[in-house]
């Protein structure tokens, strides 16, 4: 199952970006949440499906609830409604922007480089990104790299970042419910989600927030060096 191309992101106007959004002089990014996107969880119950039992909504609504078969995070699509959550990620935004390898800042197309590839920046990494490493963070291009560097204080105290040329589906990250008790089962990751494959069985006791890629095809690149070519582009 590979990452789908896309020209341009979905909702995008014509011949242009997605609407950019700015708090407190900050650049909002395109996979933030905002505050008036929340959502009530809504029920979760078990039901028998194609591969076996798992868990749904009692008002499950087709694949506006669910993608690949997996049960999915309901989230809010008013974008820019209320105050943004610059820790946080929106379920829907994400899954968007790896599906069609939109950058994660701006939400404009990551396509359009000579080499066809796609820079990844990865935070608090130590050493270069390992072949075929798992992430939940989207592409992103190289002038909303060089203005993260700049603004993000969790990326300035580290970062690595690596040219990618394949990027297929894993499967997701997300909460796992118990399946005899339908509780969720805490996970120890900082976010609180669990990493899950597709060929896990565990995958149908998922409600999944994130989709989760391998980085397949990586050079690693010096990101003041890559940074500085883009400068001299823009200037």
């Given at each position: 199952?590979?990452?789908?191309?896309?020209?341009?992101?979905?909702g995008?106007k014509?011949?242009?970006?997605?609407?950019q959004?700015?708090?407190?002089?900050?650049?909002?990014?395109?996979?933030?949440?905002?505050?008036?996107?929340?959502?009530?969880?809504?029920?979760?119950?078990?039901?028998?499906?194609?591969e076996?039992?798992?868990?749904?909504?009692?008002?499950?609504?087709?694949?506006?609830?669910?993608?690949?078969?997996?049960?999915?995070?309901?989230?809010?699509?008013?974008?820019?409604?209320?105050?943004?959550?610059?820790?946080?990620?929106?379920?829907?935004?994400?899954?968007q922007?790896?599906?069609h390898?939109?950058?994660q800042?701006?939400?404009?197309?990551?396509?359009?480089?000579?080499d066809?590839?796609?820079?990844?920046?990865?935070?608090?990494?130590?050493?270069?990104?390992?072949?075929?490493?798992?992430?939940?963070?989207?592409?992103?291009?190289?002038p909303?790299?060089?203005?993260?560097?700049?603004?993000?204080p969790?990326?300035?105290?580290?970062a690595?970042?690596?040219?990618?040329?394949?990027?297929?589906?894993?499967?997701?990250?997300?909460?796992?419910?118990?399946?005899?008790?339908?509780?969720?089962?805490?996970?120890?990751?900082?976010?609180?989600?669990?990493?899950v494959?597709?060929?896990?069985?565990?995958?149908?006791?998922?409600?999944?927030?994130?989709?989760?890629?391998?980085l397949?095809?990586?050079?690693?690149?010096?990101?003041?060096l890559?940074l500085?070519?883009v400068?001299?582009?823009?200037?």
């Open positions: 199952m590979s990452v789908a191309a896309a020209s341009k992101a979905p995008a014509e011949g242009g970006a997605p609407r959004h700015y708090w407190r002089g900050l650049h909002v990014p395109f996979i933030a949440p905002w505050s008036g996107e929340s959502m009530p969880l809504g029920t979760i119950v078990r039901r028998p499906g194609p076996g039992d798992g868990i749904a909504y009692a008002d499950e609504y087709g694949r506006a609830d669910r993608r690949h078969g997996v049960l999915w995070l309901r989230a809010g699509v008013t974008r820019g409604r209320g105050k943004p959550f610059f820790a946080e990620v929106h379920a829907l935004r994400q899954r922007a790896m599906a390898l939109l950058c800042v701006c939400g404009t197309s990551t396509f359009g480089r000579d066809e590839r796609h820079l990844f920046l990865v935070q608090g990494e130590e050493g270069p990104i390992a072949e075929g490493e798992k992430t939940t963070s989207p592409p992103i291009c190289e909303c790299a060089h203005e993260s560097l700049r603004s993000c969790h990326l300035r105290k580290g690595t970042a690596a040219l990618v040329g394949y990027t297929p589906y894993w499967g997701v990250a997300g909460i796992v419910y118990d399946p005899i008790t339908l509780t969720p089962i805490l996970s120890d990751e900082r976010d609180g989600l669990t990493l494959g597709f060929d896990d069985p565990l995958i149908r006791w998922t409600l999944a927030a994130r989709s989760v890629i391998t397949n095809e990586c050079t690693t690149v010096d990101l003041e890559e500085t070519t400068q001299r582009k823009l200037s």
